[in-house]
């Protein structure tokens, strides 16, 4: 069989100026891992490219960039022309604007269309409904995150639940599984300022409502209160950077809080952490929790529902209330004093990641390619209704 043009269309590559984050991490570990020898997989973003010095490109990924205004409908035309000159013979399609403007490009050139949804955000504007809703019928499958996620696309985004599927995503366990010495560990701990003897407490984290870092910043004077000689980390950047700095200096914390800014090196910055904290208030799945899972790391969770679909309480993780601040230093408090109970649920934590590796899902994608591709126009796009999909879920 020839290769098959797959053709991964987003709506941004992150923020303005905005680094190797969530999205651009996924297609960095995604795209590459596919077999060249029968797939050809390329990137469409529907906006300009950003500035930053951390691109895609660097993984040889072939990205074109639209350069396209979040409502313009020339976007249609504009896309279609791309997607034929790429010969393109699957659109899978993540954002509002892709999967609209995908989904209609795809149905004009008959091919299979992947709508993959990464949140679970409430609701979706009026006109995203209408688009939904006209769209439906053309798009062969939706891929949803999580559970929760596969409630937002059935309820919210109008995908009947019959073409809806939940398929996990994961992390590279050949880069974050792997054993760690002391020394190492003790050489990322050093890097970031972590003193000997400090029990470091952190997370890994874009700095923006959904994320809850304002409650973890509220929980630290009880864990200090509790435990002196520990100090809180949080690595990352975003939109709450001062209000969060501000709401740390109001509670004068001075530098046993610590901003560390953007970290590339997402794996040391786990290793130097003890305590892994996600205090979300909604979630598809983050990445850094399969991260996390995988280097097996004591993990205090907020019950957001991404979270709950991986993590299992007093299992793998403890798992607090969300917007709770007492209930989170609470738990971070008892793995610092329980170790025996860290250690379990660390252990715990390593074999729970196993299951999440993004070439596993590498792999379900490319059987979903081929079988879409022999199957979507032969059976007028009923072919999701009609085939095993059980694989998606193993």
């Not at 190797?20 to 297609?27: A, E, Q």
Request: hydrophobic share 45%; glycine share 6%; charged share 20%.
């Amino acid at each position: 069989m020839r290769r098959l043009n797959i053709v991964q269309i987003c709506d941004h590559l992150g923020w303005e100026g905005s680094r190797m984050h969530g999205v651009k991490r996924l297609f960095a570990w995604m795209i590459p891992r596919f077999d060249r020898s029968r797939f050809n997989v390329s990137l469409i973003s529907l906006r300009r490219k950003d500035l930053s010095e951390d691109t895609l490109e660097q993984f040889g990924i072939d990205v074109t960039y639209m350069a396209r205004h979040k409502f313009d409908l020339a976007t249609y035309p504009a896309l279609l022309k791309v997607l034929r000159k790429k010969q393109a013979d699957i659109v899978h399609m993540h954002g509002y604007g892709a999967t609209t403007f995908g989904r209609l490009c795809a149905w004009r050139m008959g091919i299979p269309s992947i709508l993959h949804e990464h949140a679970n955000l409430g609701d979706t504007p009026w006109f995203q409904k209408v688009a939904d809703r006209v769209l439906a019928p053309h798009t062969d499958i939706a891929i949803a995150v999580s559970e929760s996620t596969a409630e937002f696309t059935t309820r919210a985004r109008l995908m009947p639940a019959e073409k809806t599927k939940v398929v996990y995503l994961g992390a590279p366990l050949d880069e974050f599984a792997r054993p760690r010495s002391a020394e190492e560990i003790a050489q990322a701990r050093a890097a970031l300022g972590i003193v000997p003897g400090t029990i470091a407490v952190g997370t890994v984290t874009r700095l923006m409502p959904s994320k809850g870092n304002e409650y973890l910043v509220a929980a630290t004077p009880a864990i200090l209160a509790r435990h002196p000689d520990a100090r809180v980390y949080i690595a990352g950047e975003g939109e709450l950077q001062g209000a969060l700095e501000a709401q740390a200096h109001a509670l004068g914390l001075g530098d046993r809080l610590v901003f560390l800014g953007f970290q590339r090196d997402v794996a040391a910055v786990l290793a130097a952490y003890d305590v892994l904290v996600f205090p979300s208030l909604w979630e598809g799945t983050p990445l850094t929790v399969f991260e996390t899972l995988a280097m097996g790391k004591p993990i205090v969770a907020s019950d957001a529902d991404g979270l709950l679909d991986v993590l299992t309480h007093d299992h793998d993780a403890l798992v607090v209330p969300r917007r709770d601040a007492a209930a989170l230093a609470g738990a971070i408090c008892t793995l610092i004093e329980q170790p025996e109970l860290a250690s379990r649920l660390a252990a715990n934590a390593r074999q729970t990641g196993t299951g999440y590796d993004i070439q596993a899902f590498v792999t379900k994608m490319e059987r979903l390619y081929i079988l879409l591709h022999e199957t979507s126009r032969a059976s007028k796009r009923q072919s999701v209704l009609q085939a095993d999909m059980s694989f998606l879920a193993s």
